[in-house]
């Protein structure tokens, strides 16, 4: 007779098929009577059976697994021991890197600095079509630059600095009555010009405010964030502080001379310091001074009578130029005198030095109406070359950038090579030019409200 799954569940569960208190009523014809067991019991043993064959299987399958289980490769295991000791010396390799940048670069981690790494960092990396012009409202009494490739402007009533896209600027207002402004690379300074106030700004706003404590003569800034200031000093007719990056004094030089002009290399590796003397017959001696960074005593100190110095540069060369009121010198790096060319610096107009040592000035000519002369003087190895314009027009700016030299008035700006004083191209304007601003290849004519990139116009007037 066919057991159904119920009596064999109920018959496990019995002692061999008998009920626990052995009454002989349960069992009808060999089977059992379950209508004879509560449903608490039936359910318990039904749970118990479930209990007990999922016991034995997991049992099997843990035996099949042990059994089953690969045997581990010792060559493998030693690469990956080897692979997880080089990646937790390489963490502790970068943390020790780290560690010593901070302490040695200190100077180099600045705000700026971050703002420029986190731009470069979050930035699309999609090169775009430069802006072609900047709108601003600023004073007629403005001085223009670049810094980073973007526009700034200082004037007696704000300062303004653009961001790569124009689409927004920084802008405060000034604490500047004569503004004059110096660049080099990523820095500007900014100061008022006979005034106490000074600042150095980046392309992301100012990074250091400060009052000079005495009147400013002039101030230079480098490319790695050095700059110089020279005041009248409380004792002393020129006091010129030499700055480093974070804004702290290292250098303090005193002169009783007068100053004239210095310049900063733009590696901040070196300033050049120049100061005169004039003595009761009249005579101007003029001491130049080259001062390394970092040092107390100069690296050379030369006097010279060439007549009243006015400005000095370093050249892209290494060279140095120092232009006197009756003439301009070039000198090698150590000071030594290479050439010199006679100019009466009494009789120009306006002038401009470029980084290559190429002087552009002008000069009225008498006697002829509203009439300037143009003249370029380049030296060509220790040679002097010279070149000539005439222009019509009162010249409101002279400047040299690249290849070019550009004479501006007030409605117009003229390129010529400044090799040879050739391939004329002109810009009209129908607003009254300020200045121009160069950013990259590109050049700005600025008015009062606005920078506009200039299309040449191919056929010259």
């Known amino acids: 007779m066919k057991t159904s799954k119920k009596s064999f569940f109920s018959n496990l569960f019995s002692e061999n098929g008998k009920n626990k208190n052995k009454n002989p009523e349960w069992q009808n014809d060999g089977r059992i009577d379950f209508g004879k067991i509560s ?23 843990k035996h099949s697994s042990d059994e089953d289980r690969p045997v581990v490769d010792a060559e493998a295991k030693k690469i990956s021991e080897r692979f997880n000791t080089a990646h937790n010396l390489l963490w502790l390799v970068l943390l020790l890197f780290v560690a010593v940048f901070c302490i040695f670069f200190s100077e180099g981690i600045t705000t700026g ?9 979050f930035g699309r990396g999609e090169v775009t079509e430069g802006t072609s012009s900047y709108h601003f409202s600023i004073n007629e009494n403005a001085v223009f630059d670049s810094i ?10 704000r300062v303004v600095i653009f961001s790569p896209d124009g689409s927004h600027e920084y802008s405060e207002e000034s604490e500047y009555s004569l503004p004059a402004l110096k660049t080099s690379g990523k820095f500007a300074l900014i100061y008022d010009a006979g005034g106490k106030a000074y600042g150095i700004y980046d392309e992301f706003g100012v ?3 400060e009052n000079s404590g005495g009147k400013i003569y002039d101030g230079s800034v480098s490319g790695d964030g050095t700059y110089a200031i020279a005041r009248k000093g409380k004792e002393y007719m020129t006091e010129i502080t030499l700055y480093n990056a974070a804004f702290e004094a290292v250098t303090v030089i005193k002169k009783n001379n007068a100053f004239a002009s210095m310049d900063i290399k ?21 001491e130049i001074m080259l001062l390394e960074k970092g040092q107390k005593t100069p690296r050379k100190l030369f006097t010279l009578e060439n007549g009243t110095p006015i400005e000095c540069k370093y050249l892209e060369n290494g060279n140095i130029a120092v232009l006197f009121d009756r003439s ?24 401009n030095m470029s980084d290559g040592g190429r002087l552009l000035f002008a000069e009225r000519i008498y006697g002829s109406s509203n009439t300037y002369k143009v003249e370029l003087v380049a030296f060509d190895g220790v040679s002097v070359k010279k070149s000539q314009y005439t222009l019509k027009n009162k010249p ?7 290849d070019y030299a550009y004479i501006i008035t007030e409605n117009k700006v003229v390129r010529l090579d400044a090799e040879n004083f050739d391939n004329e191209t002109n810009y009209l304007s129908d607003r009254k030019i300020n200045s121009l601003i160069f950013l990259s290849e590109d050049v700005f004519v600025c008015t009062a409200d606005s920078a506009v990139k200039i299309v040449w116009d191919k056929d010259p007037e």
């Open 396 to 402: 409101v700016e002279l400047n040299m950038y690249g």
């Open 113 to 121: 600095n971050m703002q420029h790494m986190f731009r470069n960092m």
């Open 328 to 351: 301009l010198v070039l000198f090698d790096r150590d000071g030594e005198k290479l050439a010199s060319c006679a100019i009466d610096m009494n009789s120009i107009y306006m002038y």
């Open 39 to 61: 449903e608490y019991e039936e359910n318990e043993r039904k749970q118990n059976i479930l209990k007990i064959l999922f016991k034995n299987r997991k049992h099997k399958e």
């Open 207 to 209: 990074c250091h405010f």
């Open 148 to 157: 980073s490739n973007i526009p700034i402007i200082a004037g007696s009533d």
């Open 266 to 286: 733009d590696d901040g590796s070196e300033i050049i310091l120049v100061t005169y003397s004039v003595f009761a017959n009249v005579n101007v001696e003029s």
